[in-house]
């Protein structure tokens, strides 16, 4: 690979001169000098040593992505759509800007701290945090951090988490459900901790309100494993009678359920209705089509990414970041009947 110095003494040349046109300071030659030294570029085929420049400067241009994947749900993460949009908004701004973007998905909290600790990129953004996982990765890394729909923020002040008013969109919707007319609401999700938790509380605070004593028993526990999921569909399919509506943590589940419960005889919303959240492309090309609550989630990754690039400039950031939600309702519900089901199974 030529060198700027190689190319200045080509050209007879200062490397100050070369170095300018190869990094954009046209103000600093003259058109002549500009137009003889790109010209020159395009015959060798001069590609600019990144890492190179990026050492001098004391950057890497490389924003790290840790993505943490439980492993009683996920074996690919990236198939979840809501995971696949949240990437996809994330890469996209971290592109425009001029960087690259360096992914690790584990199930394993020490491996995400063991490798975090050892990259060298400008910062760093986590999804998947519960508990005290920020916490035990920011003791290894030290460079900003943002993270993404994370509960778990306590003493974690210089971090910054985007997410939503998750307990308020579930709340939303379950109240619009009861304005339906429904009493006997179950609500779906394969876990109680973070997001989830917030979801259910919301999903409480409407029932309560509504004067709709909340059971344990009218918690659907899925579990998504692959070995699991066809023995927990049933079991929930057969709880499910004993309901007229269902609010579900996702639109992955509410798709999910739908499939199961249509596979059983029983239709949607005819039999029983459901709800999801996150208006992922699941449930509005599902027929019929999915009343659910939407978050723009490219939007959440393209202001994950503006925020880590704000940190790395050194500018200030909010400790935490809301995004809005609204109801999106299509035909999954509907007022319930008394023939609800087409069948038993």
């Given at each position: 690979?030529?060198?700027?110095?190689?190319?200045?003494?080509?050209?007879?040349?200062?490397?100050?001169?070369?170095?300018?046109?190869?990094?954009?300071?046209?103000?600093?030659?003259?058109?002549?000098?500009?137009?003889?030294?790109?010209?020159?570029?395009?015959?060798?085929?001069?590609?600019?040593?990144?890492?190179?420049?990026?050492?001098?400067?004391?950057?890497?241009?490389?924003?790290?992505?840790?993505?943490?994947?439980?492993?009683?749900?996920?074996?690919?993460?990236?198939?979840?759509?809501?995971?696949?949009?949240?990437?996809?908004?994330?890469?996209e701004t971290i592109r425009n800007a001029g960087y690259f973007m360096m992914l690790y998905i584990s199930r394993d909290t020490e491996k995400i701290m063991r490798h975090v600790s050892t990259w060298n990129v400008d910062g760093l953004i986590l999804f998947g945090?519960?508990?005290?996982?920020?916490?035990?990765?920011?003791?290894?890394?030290?460079?900003?951090?943002?993270?993404?729909?994370?509960?778990?923020?306590?003493?974690?002040?210089?971090?910054?988490?985007?997410?939503?008013?998750?307990?308020?969109?579930?709340?939303?919707?379950?109240?619009?459900?009861?304005?339906?007319?429904?009493?006997?609401?179950?609500?779906?999700?394969?876990?109680?901790?973070?997001?989830?938790?917030?979801?259910?509380?919301?999903?409480?605070?409407?029932?309560?309100?509504?004067?709709?004593?909340?059971?344990?028993?009218?918690?659907?526990?899925?579990?998504?494993?692959?070995?699991?999921?066809?023995?927990?569909?049933?079991?929930?399919c057969h709880r499910a009678l004993d309901y007229t509506a269902i609010m579900c943590v996702s639109d992955l589940y509410a798709v999910t359920l739908m499939s199961a419960l249509t596979d059983r005889g029983i239709r949607v919303p005819e039999g029983i209705s459901i709800a999801g959240f996150d208006d992922n492309m699941l449930g509005s090309l599902y027929r019929p089509a999915l009343t659910t609550v939407h978050q723009d989630v490219k939007q959440k990754g393209v202001v994950a990414a503006e925020t880590l690039l704000k940190k790395i400039r050194g500018e200030e950031t909010e400790a935490q970041i809301t995004l809005p939600t609204r109801l999106v309702i299509r035909d999954t519900v509907t007022k319930p009947r008394k023939s609800s089901f087409m069948g038993r199974f």
């Open positions: 690979m030529i060198t700027i110095k190689e190319i200045a003494q080509r050209l007879n040349m200062s490397t100050t001169t070369v170095s300018n046109v190869i990094h954009g300071k046209a103000g600093e030659v003259s058109e002549e000098t500009r137009r003889r030294v790109e010209e020159f570029l395009k015959e060798v085929d001069y590609v600019p040593n990144i890492n190179a420049r990026n050492l001098a400067q004391n950057e890497s241009k490389i924003i790290g992505l840790a993505l943490k994947a439980r492993v009683d749900k996920y074996e690919n993460l990236i198939m979840d759509p809501f995971v696949a949009e949240l990437i996809g908004g994330i890469e945090m519960l508990d005290d996982d920020g916490i035990r990765v920011s003791t290894k890394y030290k460079k900003p951090i943002v993270c993404l729909d994370t509960y778990s923020m306590e003493g974690l002040k210089h971090f910054t988490n985007v997410g939503l008013d998750d307990e308020q969109g579930a709340y939303e919707m379950v109240k619009y459900i009861i304005s339906c007319g429904h009493q006997r609401i179950a609500f779906l999700s394969d876990n109680t901790k973070g997001v989830d938790l917030a979801r259910l509380n919301g999903y409480k605070r409407a029932l309560k309100e509504a004067g709709i004593e909340y059971s344990e028993k009218d918690f659907l526990k899925i579990r998504p494993a692959s070995a699991e999921i066809e023995e927990s569909l049933d079991e929930i």
